[in-house]
């Protein structure tokens, strides 16, 4: 009878231990809550555009990679849309992945302002939200000499983490995990549509162009890619340099001669070319750079300054003297021409829009060419991926996402050492280590965002490795998004050409794009 009983003990200890078994655990449950629903399946379509007179045959993918951590497990879906030419060897083809930055930019920008076969008008003095977001043919894309992938960040356009938590979100949202996960995108993608002997390059605008150069050095000595050159595109490449400080110069000295290309460009009504602006760069370069030097209780430097910063920049001189000729981008915008009762923008500031608030003492909204282009760049882009591309998503396309760039880390130093926010020591090391590399590092006359003067700067710090020329930097008409005005668009696609080797060269065999 005993035994029976234990026995019954035991049985009944099983049952409810078997009944409790099923019950999902809680972390896991949760999880599956917050899953976030993978991308549809890759669509792919067919096109052409004609460039020179010659007609480009192009397949179009567009669609996603799918992101998995050290277990497999899923931790994202990548969007991306990639033109591949018709008829060339996959071999010799050339191959470009492209980016925009933010961070919490999708990269339609780059792919409907410049480098794909359709384009869109936008950011030019007198483009407004409501205008048609019409595509046309792009005559300057860049699809006869290169394959192209534009690529969305996890958080950008449609692509996202596997779950809608702060957790799986950090895992994509820094400097390092970003340039972590868009190197192992861009690993995959070539080991998928088995393009690993393709020439590969790189093009990255703005917080792209300071991704490039580190993604650079992280596929040569990580995922074992090596890329063969990198278009940095109005870029920051040194966060400290960029930001500055109210103790150093560099700040300032970086911006001026932007400055004086805008008033330039106000007064005579033409797009100002960089020669124009040789007095200005070495003004700011020697006399300017000494005397902010010298500080504000040097009286005599500030007179000599704020005489000659006036000339240059056209703003009241009684402003100029107040503030130590001492000018930040933020008052530029706003007294430039405030007299007409119009605010500029940061990212081209010979572009200007009225100002809401007129009378108030500081700026009080956003940027007139930033967020004017919103709106016509993401209807456009949807319109396109949706009803040409056939790529489908029942979401919202974030083509500047704010939640990304708050959240995102920067991951820096206290002290500087490996300062994360500084990509000069990456493009430094990509360039040391393969003397084949070459970068190309272009910008606009007229951009504060990221003046040009700023790389200028960097780049003569950078030692020459056997050739100066492998690391160039020309200056366009224009601001952040120099290329939305023709001239300098094909004046870029020129100066880009020059990386790429010659087309005939990629004519052998035919591509079968699997």
């Known amino acids: 009878m005993k035994?029976?009983?234990t026995l019954l003990t035991v049985l009944l200890a099983f049952g409810a231990v078997a009944q409790e078994a099923p019950k999902p655990d809680a972390a896991a449950a949760a999880a599956k809550k917050d899953e976030t629903p993978a991308l549809p399946a890759d669509s792919r379509t067919t096109g052409q555009v004609t460039v020179g007179g010659k007609v480009i045959k192009y397949t179009a993918i567009a669609g996603a990679m799918t992101m998995r951590d050290e277990k497999g497990q899923r931790r994202g879906d990548m969007g991306f849309v990639a033109y591949l030419v018709d008829g060339k060897s996959p071999s010799k083809r050339p191959i470009t992945f492209a980016f925009n930055g933010g961070p919490g930019s999708a990269s339609a920008w780059l792919h409907l302002g410049v480098l794909g076969p359709k384009r869109l008008a936008f950011g030019n003095d007198g483009d407004v939200p409501s205008k048609s977001p019409a595509l046309i043919d792009n005559q300057e894309t860049w699809l006869d000499f290169t394959d192209?992938?534009?690529?969305?960040?996890?958080?950008?356009?449609?692509?996202?983490p596997a779950q809608?938590?702060?957790?799986?979100?950090?895992?994509?949202?820094?400097?390092?995990?970003?340039?972590?996960?868009?190197?192992?995108?861009?690993?995959l993608w070539l080991s998928k549509y088995q393009r690993l002997q393709s020439p590969k390059y790189l093009a990255g605008e703005s917080y792209g162009g300071f991704r490039a150069p580190r993604i650079a050095s992280h596929l040569q000595t990580v995922e074992g890619v090596g890329v063969q050159g990198v278009v940095v595109?109005?870029?920051?490449?040194?966060?400290?340099?960029?930001?500055?400080?109210?103790?150093?110069p560099f700040a300032y000295v970086a911006t001026l001669p932007a400055m004086a290309a805008a008033a330039m460009e106000k007064t005579t009504g033409k797009d100002v070319q960089?020669?124009?602006?040789?007095?200005?760069?070495?003004?700011a370069m020697t006399d300017y750079l000494v005397d902010l030097m010298r500080g504000r209780q040097d009286l005599t430097a500030v007179d000599r300054m704020s005489d000659?910063?006036?000339?240059?920049?056209?703003?009241?001189?009684?402003?100029?003297?107040?503030?130590?000729?001492?000018?930040?981008?933020?008052?530029?915008?706003?007294?430039f021409r405030r007299d007409k009762g119009e605010i500029g923008s940061r990212y081209d500031a010979s572009v200007t829009a009225y100002d809401p608030y007129p009378s108030s003492a500081e700026q009080n909204w956003g940027d007139p060419i930033l967020q004017g282009a919103v709106a016509p760049v993401t209807s456009a882009i949807v319109d396109y991926t949706s009803n040409v591309l056939n790529w489908k998503?029942?979401?919202?396309?974030?083509?500047?996402?704010?939640?990304?760039?708050?959240?995102?880390?920067?991951?820096q130093s206290a002290f500087g050492g490996g300062n994360a926010a500084d990509a000069s020591e990456d493009l430094r090391k990509a360039l040391a280590l393969d003397k084949s590399l070459k970068m190309l590092i272009v910008h606009g006359a007229t951009d504060?965002?990221?003046?040009?003067?700023?790389?200028?700067?960097?780049?003569?710090?950078?030692?020459?490795?056997?050739?100066?020329?492998?690391?160039?930097?020309?200056?366009?008409?224009?601001?952040?998004?120099?290329?939305t005005r023709e001239n300098s668009r094909k004046g870029l696609r020129d100066d880009v050409r020059g990386l790429y080797p010659d087309p005939a060269s990629a004519d052998a065999g035919t591509a079968k794009h699997g």
């Not at 192209?148 to 996202?160: E, K, N, Y």
């Not at 949202?173 to 995108?185: A, H, P, T």
């Not at 974030?398 to 991951?411: A, F």
């Open 308 to 335: 000659k910063v006036t000339k240059l920049t056209g703003l009241d001189p009684a402003l100029v003297k107040r503030l130590g000729a001492r000018i930040d981008n933020s008052t530029f915008v706003r007294e």
């Open 233 to 248: 595109i109005s870029p920051v490449i040194d966060f400290a340099l960029w930001r500055g400080t109210r103790n150093t």
């Open 3 to 5: 035994t029976i009983l």
């Open 393 to 411: 998503v029942e979401a919202p396309y974030r083509v500047l996402n704010g939640e990304v760039n708050q959240k995102w880390e920067w991951n």
């Open 164 to 187: 809608d938590t702060d957790e799986n979100k950090k895992a994509f949202w820094g400097v390092r995990q970003d340039i972590d996960s868009m190197s192992k995108f861009i690993a």
């Open 274 to 283: 960089v020669d124009q602006l040789a007095d200005a760069e070495k003004y």
């Open 148 to 160: 192209i992938v534009f690529i969305d960040p996890i958080g950008t356009g449609w692509s996202r």
């Open 448 to 483: 504060l965002v990221t003046p040009y003067m700023a790389s200028r700067m960097i780049i003569d710090q950078i030692p020459p490795f056997g050739d100066p020329n492998r690391v160039r930097l020309k200056v366009y008409p224009g601001g952040h998004m120099f290329y």
